[in-house]
């Protein structure tokens, strides 16, 4: 008997099909991965199984964990099976502890709720616990609080709650999509421990194949609310049965045709940059800190080049993007973009500025939803002298949706009526249309799906075939600094690190940070 | 947390400090003599320039805002023009009815406001909710006047429970004092618990939706205790801030409903100083309700603070 066996699960929301006959099985001690583009249904079957699905659900099929019948349990008998016997990590650690507990508190709850110990018994669990999953007590106390704690630690706590009463079965829900590769490796090596340990099932939900093909025993491959393959990890990557998981295969792997970069010609110059932040001080009469967010980065970016910056998260990319962008006055150190400072006399100096323009993560959070296409695309016009008008200003916009894959008859819509993929060319037409000489994409790509993510990264290969365009690309997904740069520089800690021809670099890495960075990223290619 | 209090409490002193200055000017820039006012248009230039120095206020604008802050601190508020007593005893004996009313009518909001709030959002969408929501639309729309003269007709007139206004004093009992006050206390409190019901029961549906409240539920709490032990610590926030600002109204908006219940409070005071021109008294009691305006949003500054360990942290 499984420990958890779906069968046939079906499911409406307000009349729409979400999930149409989803089967498969998880056993003790097995990791099985779900895998799939968003919109697939890999939550929602989760959500399912833990019986929290939202109001307004129609069920059919079956859900059996460990002989019982999940679909038709009372609310009161799925509370003491929820986090006693099925317990559940979700992706963003950020949010996910209630920032006003301390951890203590928040993984002793997690304990009282299903036994009847004292307080006391239960913190001393709870420390235990927290120890397990890698934060000792006298580096991270109980009454410490979550902001007091980095992504990757947060996750631990996140884990903690879900594993202080030993659960039969552990869903993990996207759990490593927003840690850094080198945290996303000693989270995924402790689920892998506790499965061994706990004699548990896990059922990872994750759209990175290089994480399923490394770390799951079986694949659930899922389209569009069905299960389109199943099996065992390597034989599904061997057969690939069906088109859509060599779609997604394609996808993930995918290369993509960049040109020759041009002759060097220097555009961007970074000299000796150095950020410092003043932090509050933390005692009564103590002292504030400065904390040196960058610290001496130089390096030169050409035209036309295509230059990635990787580094986790905190290392200082973001800041350093901030100075380059002119944002930020920095504490010494120039940037100058074609020979002119980009901040000068406690200024930004807009006529450099407007030679570069920037691609965020979220495009959705960048556009003002009451505005139309047209209007948002047509913003960085402004920032020149005399801006076109009517006609002009029309066959500009039309023009440059197309050139991004899009239709003039876009300009109408609002950005609401676009998918994300089709957000992320906006917000690329956005940057273009003003002719820039560099554009900044900062993690422009992370939240897309492979599919949607190999199709923007042509286009950006497209794009710099046509135009005199130069890219610096900040991302932390290695794989895709690699296919779509010509040079990377590799940050840490507000200093780089190393930086070189790309291809050399990761073939060849000399600082052992950057060797750190690349085995810590899960490959598709070869399983461990 | 003790960095952040004393933050806190340094933008204390400041804020007084500046509505001290404020208070002063405006009131030196109202058009006006006092001294001729008082002793109407038949005075005498001589008899009125007597009473001036009288007064004090031949003295330079400096001086005297010294004067009158240096004896606000040793409690000394100084004389007033009509009544001819020292401001401190008018000040005293309204204070001890204008602040439990205020006290009163906000513990009766808060009493109300919180079950009802909670309530509400467990039951989104549902028949309770909304009832709730349709009495609270209701509560905001009344004008307290209009319900205190009903009341007054119901339980005063009518059933003869209460006496329909006026004040015997605590020192007839405190039964007695809160017998009085409970009419006013009522009107007063029913606006501001329809509104601190909406705020709180908005706050908390923003709180069922963080990722935390899933969490919640994932360790095996129900729907109703992940509202109690998760959702309402974090929206307290902005329920405090409604509080300190309803604290604000009730202590110095009293004033419509002191002059239904006919009761000697702080509110009444300063429209009848104003009336005559008293403007030692008007001084007074403005810097008075200023202070404790100031006080209260300290004190909602700290619980913010208790609240949210996110806040201690900085300063």
Redesign the interface.
Known sequence: MSLLAVDNLSLQINDTDILHDVSFAVQPREIVALTGESGSGKSITALSV?G?LPQGTVVSGQVQFDGQSLLDLP??AF??????DI??V?Q?PM???????TIGAQVA??IR??QRITRRAAWTHAAKTLDRVGLPNAQFPLNT?P??LSGGQRQRV?IA??IAMRPKLLIADEPTTALDVTTQATVLALLKDLVADFDMGLLIITHDLAVVRQFADQIVVMQKGQVVEAGPTEVVFDQMRHPYTRSLFAASQHQVDLPAPPKPAPLLSVKDVTRIYKR?????FGKATAFTAVQDVSFELHKGERVGLVGESGCGKSTLTRAILGLDATQSGEITLGGLPVFSGNAPQHSVQRKMQVVFQDPYGSFNPRHKVARLIAEPLYLSDNPPQGAVRAELIAQTLQDVGLTPEDAEKYIHEFSGGQRQRIAIARALISEPELIIFDEAVSALDVSVRAQILDLLADLCRKRPLAYLFISHDLSVVRSVTDRVLVMQAGKIMEQGQTETVFQDPKHPYTKALLDAAPRLDSPV | MIRYSLHRALSLILSLLVASVVIFTVIEVIPGDTAAFMLGVNARPDTIAALRAELGLDQGGFARYLTWVTGMLQGDFGQSYTYRTPVAELIADRIWVSLPLALYALFLAVVIAFPAGLYAASRRGRLGDISVMGATQIGVAIPNFWFAMLMVLVFAIHLRWVSAGGFPGWDQGLGAGIKALTLPAISLALPQAAILTRVLRSSLLDMLGEDFMRTARAKGLSRRQSLWRHALRNALIPVLTIIGLQFAFLIAGGIVIEQVFFLPGLGRLIFQAISARDLIVVESVVMLLVFLIIVVNFIIDIAYAAIDPRLRARA
Request: glycine share 2%; charged share 15%.
């Open positions: 833990m929290l609310e009161p509370c003491r099976l929820r986090g006693n317990a559940m979700f963003e949010t996910a502890l209630n920032p006003v507990q709850e997690a709720i299903h609080y902001h007091q996140v709650i879900a509050p001080a933390q005692t009564l």
